[in-house]
C-alpha cells in the first residue's frame, strides 16, 4: 500500500465510518479513521491464518491468562505490517502528525504487571514465529485503576479504556455460551449430572494480532458476562425500574474490573467467579472448535495445547474433566489423562501468600461438581502413588498450585534460578514423583515492542549496521560486539541514548513541570511496588547519599535523577507507605539548594505500558534489587538490558542469566544470594546487626525516624523505620552496605562516559536471548509440541 493509497482510506473511514469530515476530526477521529485503515489491511491475513491453521490440521495453543496487559496497538499493528512510513507520509498529508495520533490511543490495560505483559508479547511472538494460537482471557470493563498522587499518597480512580470505541475489536454475538454457577448435583441414567442455579452469558470479542512482516495473524478472544435474560419487563411494568436492569447488572459484574493486586491472593468469590468464568467459555470454545474437525476425542492431546497462565485459569482440569466424563461419556481415568494430555501449567511465583487457595466451602457452594471431581482426581493421584504426603485439598482448602500441577502435563518456571527452587520448595513432593514434569522456559519479549517501536533511534543505528534481520531473529545483535571497540560506533549509540534522555526530559518539563540535566545519570525503578521488590532500598540509598552530599558539598558527585514508577495494590498498605515516602523524601531533595544539583527524586504517576515504552530507552542505570529468592524472573530487567542500561541488580530470577551472558564486568552485582538470604534470615537480631555495622544505614533510617521528610512530624514513617529495624523480613538492611558499594561502582564507571557506553553496547549485544520468540520456540518444542504453520 502506498502512501496516498492510505491516505485515501484513511479519508474514506473518516466520512462513511465516523461521519466526520476533515474541516471539523478531532485528533481522536483521526486516529479512529487511521486505526480503521489499518485495521482493514489485518483482516486479510487473519482470515488467511485462520484457514491455513484448518487446512493444515495443526495443533492450536491456546493461552487461558487472567490478564492481558497490551497497552496501545496502533503503531504495533502498522510497524508490523510495514506501513510506519507511509502512515507518517499519509497524516503529513492530511495536515496531521503520526506520533500525536499514535499517543491519543489509551493503554488497554488488562493486566497488573509482568504475568500480564507475558502474556501480550507471547501473542505477538505466537503471531510472528506463525504458531496457530488463540489468548483467552476477560474483557474487563475496567482495566488498572488509574493512580494519581495527592499530597504525596497514592489515590485510584477507575481506568475508563472503553469509554472510548475500542477499534480493534469485533464482537462475535454468535460466539457465547451460558456458565453457571451453584446449584446442585444428581445422578441421572449413571452419569452425574450438574444443575447450576445461575447463569451468565458468555459474549466473545475478538482481537487479531498481526505478527511481524503481516505473515500471520492470531486471535485474542476475550470474554465479556452478560445477562441470560438481559431485562425484567415485569418488573419495569410495575415501576420497579432498578430492579428491572438488576439482572444485567449483576451478571456484569463478573467482567467489571480487573482485581489489582499483585502477587497476593484473597480468596474472594467475585475472584473464583472470574476465574470459572473465563475458563468454562475458553474449554468450551475449544472443545467446539475440536468437535467440528474430530469426530474422536482421544485425539484432543494431539490436536490441543491448552496454557494455564499461573493458577487463575487451573479449574481448566476439573473443568475438562467435567465435559469429557459427564457430558462426553468418558470413562473417569482416561478423562483424566486426556485433560492432562491437553493442560501444561506455568508457575510464576514462589511467595506463600500468592499461592492460590479456595475454600472447599465456597468452591462446593459454587462449583459443586467441580469440587467432587477434585476429591477424585486428588484420590486417583493418591492410589496411584501411596507414598505421597501432600493432598490437594487439606485443612478445608483446595491448594491450586497442587491442582494445577497434578492435571498439567508439563510444569514451568520462569527463570533459570525459579524453576530450581520450584522443586526444591513448592512442588518438591510432587517433582520427586513426576520428575519429568518441571522444565524452564525464562521469560522473554517482544523485539518488535520493546526494541523496534519504543526505541527507534537506536534500531536505525543498529540496523544500519547489521540490517533488519534482527527484528526477529534478536541474537543477530550479537554481530555488534566487535562495534563496542569502535569509537565512532559507540559516539552513533551513545548519541541514540543522549537524544532519548533529552527527549523524556523534555516530556517530564512538559507534564510534570519539572527538570531534568539530560547529563545526570538516569536511574530507573520502574515496577509495582512490593516491599520483596525492596523500592525502599533504593529510597534509603538516596536518603544516604543526599547527606553525604551534604556532608561535602564540593565533592566529585556524579549527577544522579532517580526515577520511580509503579502502582500499589489498593489494599497493601507497607507498599502505599512506601509511595508516600519516595514522594515525600523526593519532596526535600529536589527543593534542596545544595543537593539537588546532583540528587533528583522523580516519580511520575500511574507508571503503565506506554510510560515504560518512554522511561525505557531513556535509562542509564536499571533498578532490578529484589531480595535474592523472591522476583521468579522480571521482565523490565531485559527491556532496560536490551536498550543499553546497565543493571545494578542481585542474583535473583532472569538477573542471573542477564549477568551471565553480559558478562559480570557489564552488570552491576550486589547483595546476598537466596541460601545466604535464607541463612541470614535466621538470625533474628539480622537488621540490628546491619544497622550497627553501617553508620550511613543507621543515619538514613533515623532522618525518616525524626521526620525529616515529614516536616517533623516523627509519626508520620514511623511504621517503615520500625519495620526496617526490627522484623526487615526481605532484608533491606543486610544488603544496604553492598547495594551502597556497587552505586558508588555505578558512579564512578559513569563518570567515565567511554567506558560506560562500552558496558551498554555490549549489554545491548549479547542480550538478544532474551526474545519472547526465542521463549515460545522452547514451549512449542519442550512442552506444546506445536510447529509453526509457514513454510
Ligand atoms: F503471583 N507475576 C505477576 F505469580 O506479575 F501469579 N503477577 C502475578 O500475579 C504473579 C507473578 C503470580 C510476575 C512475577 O512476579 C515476575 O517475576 C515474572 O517475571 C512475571 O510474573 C512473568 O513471569
Given at each position: ?6 491516505r ?29 485503515a ?61 506520533t ?10 488488562l ?7 507475558l502474556?501480550?508479547?507471547?501473542l ?32 485510584e ?12 475489536e ?49 486471535t485474542?478472544r ?17 415501576g ?45 470454545d ?14 484432543l ?19 475438562l ?57 486428588d ?8 507414598a ?6 487439606e ?31 513448592v ?60 569509537s565512532?560506533?559507540?559516539g552513533?549509540y ?91 523524601v ?73 549477568c ?91 563518570r ?8 551498554a ?10 526474545s ?16 509453526s504453520?509457514?513454510?
Open positions: 500500500m502506498t502512501a496516498p493509497e492510505l485515501d482510506a484513511i479519508l474514506r473511514h473518516l466520512t462513511y465510518s465516523l461521519g466526520k469530515d476533515a474541516g471539523t476530526a478531532t485528533v481522536y477521529d483521526w486516529r479512529l479513521a487511521l486505526s480503521y489499518v485495521r482493514d489491511r489485518i483482516v486479510d491475513p487473519w482470515f488467511a491464518s485462520t484457514k491455513a491453521a484448518y487446512a493444515k490440521q495443526s495443533k492450536r495453543v491456546y493461552y487461558l491468562s487472567m490478564e492481558f496487559l497490551i497497552g496501545r496497538l496502533l503503531e504495533d499493528a502498522i510497524v508490523n505490517i510495514g506501513l510506519l512510513d507511509e502512515a507518517g507520509e499519509a497524516m503529513n498529508a492530511l495536515g496531521q502528525d503520526l500525536t495520533v499514535m499517543l491519543d490511543e489509551p493503554d488497554a490495560a493486566g497488573n504487571g509482568g504475568l500480564g505483559r502474556a501480550a508479547c507471547f505477538e511472538s505466537l503471531s510472528t514465529i506463525g504458531t496457530p494460537a488463540y489468548g483467552y482471557g476477560i474483557r474487563y470493563e475496567h482495566g488498572l485503576f488509574k493512580q494519581s498522587f495527592f499530597e504525596g499518597r497514592q489515590q480512580a477507575p481506568e475508563e479504556w472503553l469509554q472510548q470505541v475500542h477499534t480493534w469485533f464482537e462475535r454475538p454468535e460466539a457465547a455460551f451460558q456458565i453457571g454457577f451453584g446449584g446442585s448435583v444428581k445422578e441421572q441414567g449413571g452419569r452425574m449430572l450438574w444443575s447450576p442455579d445461575e447463569a451468565v452469558v458468555a459474549t466473545a470479542h475478538d482481537t487479531p494480532i498481526i505478527g511481524w512482516r503481516g505473515r500471520w495473524a492470531n485474542l476475550l470474554w465479556e458476562a452478560r445477562a441470560v435474560h438481559g431485562f425484567d419487563l415485569g418488573a419495569f411494568n410495575r420497579d425500574y432498578f430492579g428491572a436492569a438488576e439482572p444485567e447488572a449483576s451478571a456484569r459484574t463478573i467482567s467489571r474490573v480487573l482485581y489489582p493486586d499483585d502477587t497476593t491472593e484473597d480468596g474472594k468469590r467475585l475472584r473464583l467467579k472470574q476465574e470459572y468464568f473465563f475458563t468454562a467459555a475458553s474449554l468450551r475449544v472443545v467446539r472448535r475440536f468437535d467440528s474437525e474430530y469426530d474422536d476425542l482421544s485425539l492431546p494431539q490436536k490441543v495445547a491448552i496454557q494455564l497462565n499461573d493458577t487463575h485459569p487451573a479449574i481448566a482440569g476439573p473443568e474433566v467435567r465435559i469429557l466424563h459427564d457430558e462426553k461419556g468418558m470413562a473417569l481415568d482416561t478423562a483424566i489423562e486426556t485433560a492432562r494430555g491437553c493442560l501444561n501449567y506455568t508457575n510464576h511465583t514462589l511467595l506463600p501468600e500468592a499461592l492460590e487457595r479456595w475454600s472447599e466451602g465456597l468452591m462446593g457452594d459454587l462449583l459443586p461438581r467441580h469440587m467432587d471431581l477434585i476429591r477424585k482426581i484420590e486417583v493421584h493418591a492410589k496411584e502413588y501411596p505421597r504426603t501432600v493432598a490437594m485439598v485443612n478445608g482448602d483446595v491448594k491450586m498450585g497442587e491442582l494445577a500441577f497434578t492435571m498439567a502435563s508439563h510444569v514451568n518456571g520462569v527463570s533459570a534460578l525459579h524453576t530450581e527452587l520450584m522443586k526444591e520448595t512442588f518438591q513432593e510432587l517433582h520427586a514423583l513426576h520428575p519429568e514434569r518441571i522444565v524452564n522456559q525464562t521469560n522473554g519479549v517482544t523485539p518488535r515492542r520493546w526494541v523496534l517501536s519504543a526505541n527507534p533511534r537506536l534500531s536505525s543505528l543498529v540496523s544500519g549496521k547489521i540490517g533488519m534481520n534482527w527484528v526477529d531473529d534478536l541474537e543477530q545483535l550479537k554481530e555488534l560486539e566487535p562495534l563496542a571497540e569502535d565512532g560506533f559507540r552513533d551513545d548519541t541514540a541514548k543522549r537524544s532519548n534522555k533529552a527527549e523524556l526530559s523534555n516530556w517530564f518539563a512538559k507534564t510534570h513541570g519539572v527538570k531534568l540535566d539530560p547529563e545526570a545519570m538516569f536511574d530507573v525503578q520502574i515496577k509495582r511496588i512490593h516491599e520483596y521488590k525492596r523500592q525502599h532500598l533504593n529510597i534509603l540509598e538516596a536518603i544516604a547519599l543526599w547527606q553525604e552530599i551534604h556532608d561535602d558539598p564540593n565533592g566529585d558527585w556524579t549527577p544522579r535523577v532517580k526515577i520511580f514508577g509503579g502502582k500499589a495494590a489498593p489494599g497493601y498498605y507497607f507498599a502505599k507507605e512506601i509511595i508516600y515516602l519516595i514522594n515525600s523526593a519532596e526535600v531533595l529536589n527543593n534542596d539548594p545544595v543537593t539537588s544539583k546532583y540528587l533528583k527524586v522523580v516519580y511520575p504517576p500511574n507508571y503503565n505500558v506506554s510510560l515504560a515504552e518512554q522511561l525505557i530507552p531513556a535509562a542509564d542505570l536499571s533498578e532490578q534489587i529484589s531480595t535474592a529468592g523472591k522476583e521468579a524472573s522480571g521482565t523490565g530487567n531485559m527491556k532496560f538490558a536490551l536498550n543499553g542500561a546497565l543493571t545494578i541488580g542481585t542474583l535473583d530470577g532472569a538477573n542471573v542469566e542477564i551471565d551472558l553480559v558478562g559480570p564486568d557489564n552488570f552491576f552485582l550486589f547483595g546476598m544470594t537466596e541460601p545466604q538470604v535464607v541463612a541470614r534470615r535466621a538470625d533474628p537480631e539480622h537488621a540490628a546487626n546491619a544497622i550497627a555495622a553501617d553508620p550511613r544505614l543507621a543515619r538514613a533510617i533515623e532522618a525518616i525516624r525524626n521526620g525529616a521528610f515529614s516536616g517533623g512530624d516523627a509519626e508520620r514513617f514511623k511504621p517503615i523505620a520500625d519495620d526496617l529495624s526490627g522484623k526487615d523480613y526481605f532484608l533491606v538492611c543486610s544488603d544496604f552496605t553492598d547495594y551502597w558499594r556497587a552505586q558508588r561502582e555505578v558512579d564512578a564507571a559513569y567515565d562516559s567511554d567506558t560506560w557506553t562500552r558496558m553496547v555490549l549489554n545491548t549485544a549479547r542480550s538478544g536471548w532474551f519472547s520468540d526465542r521463549t515460545i520456540r522452547g514451549y512449542m518444542s519442550d512442552v506444546w509440541r506445536a510447529s504453520a509457514l513454510a
